[in-house]
């Protein structure tokens, strides 16, 4: 089993930056964050392998940057250049070996 918490959501200015983090409880292959905009559906946003092999969505690459601490029981992720349509609930989930996810956190970018 594994249990994720994130952190560090809030708000910011247009243009700002903000670092989510996730706690990691548990032994996990692979991660990343998705996030929900209001009135749409949960979408992918990053993601990265025990191998350390990542991938972004367009829409947040080179802007957002995804990372894990030296133990791999926090994962982080560094959003910056942030965007009024970045704004969303940001949930940290586990693909492998289970597949599971965090309650999210909040982040709202004010134009």
């Known amino acids: 089993q594994v249990r994720l918490v994130e952190s560090g959501g809030g708000l910011v200015q247009a243009g700002g930056s903000l670092t989510l983090s996730c706690t990691v409880s548990g032994r996990v292959f692979e991660m990343g964050w998705s996030r929900q905009a209001p009135g749409k559906e949960r979408e992918f946003v990053v993601s990265?392998?025990?191998?350390?092999?990542?991938m972004y969505a367009d829409s947040v690459k080179g802007r957002f940057t995804i990372s894990r601490g030296s133990t791999k029981s926090t994962l982080y992720l560094q959003m910056s250049t942030l965007k009024p349509e970045d704004t969303a609930v940001y949930f940290c989930?586990?693909?492998?070996?289970?597949?599971?996810w965090g309650q999210g956190t909040q982040v709202t970018v004010s134009s």
């Open positions: 990265i392998n025990d191998d350390d092999s990542i």
């Open positions: 989930r586990s693909y492998s070996p289970y597949n599971a």
